[in-house]
Structures are given as C-alpha cells and as structure tokens.
C-alpha cells in the first residue's frame, strides 16, 4: 500500500510556470509506474505523463516539450514541472503509483489565466 500527497499547485498567468511535486509514504524504488493525470469538469482523467522505475518517461501529446516528469528515489517523490502553461491546462492534477493496483493523491488544483 502507499499514500500519496501532492503540492505545488496554484495560479499562475498563462506563460509561466509551476512545479508539482508529489510524495509517496514508502520507498518508491519497487513502484513501477508512477505519473500523474488530471481532470476537468465533466471530463474523464487524462493521463499527462508517467515515468517507470528505469525512469522511461511518457507524455500526453498536448504537453510534450513544455512539462517534464522526474522522479527522485532517494527522496520517494515524483515531480511534474510544467513550463509554458497554456489556460487549457487548469485542471485538478493527480499524482498516481501503478503498484498491483492504482494508488491516487488527493489532487491539486492547477489554474491558468489568460
């Protein structure tokens, strides 16, 4: 089993930046997918990018070349920085961990303004 919690969220001007960071309650080294999806009203989640445990990285199409996921062993987190947001990119954000089943945070609220 594995709680985790995410941070970093907020509002930042279309342009600008944010960095999530998302913290897992045991060692994430034996957790082979982790990646984070997010979610707009009345949408389904969508995944916007995951990162294995020999840090092979996946991104949705829509953020590719503007976010990069990252994760860090030694300190059991998975980080999403996100550059360049666009207003299409306010949702919530969930930070997930493939580990037999799916393990989700709590969300984070991420607003872009025009």
């Known amino acids: 089993q594995v709680q985790l919690v995410e941070s970093g969220g907020g509002l930042v001007q279309a342009g600008g930046s944010l960095r999530l960071s998302c913290a897992a309650s045991r060692r994430i080294f034996s957790i082979n997918v982790m990646g984070w999806y997010r979610q707009t009203p009345g949408h389904q989640r969508e995944l916007v990018a995951s990162?294995?445990?020999?840090?092979?990285?996946n991104y949705a199409d829509s953020v590719k070349g503007r976010f990069t996921i990252s994760r860090d062993n030694a300190k059991n987190t998975v980080d999403l920085q996100m550059n360049s947001l666009k207003p299409e990119d306010t949702a919530v954000y969930y930070c997930?961990?493939?580990?037999?089943?799916?393990?989700w945070g709590q969300g984070t609220q991420v607003t872009v303004s025009s």
């Open positions: 990162i294995t445990y020999d840090s092979r990285t």
């Open positions: 997930y961990a493939e580990f037999g089943i799916f393990y």
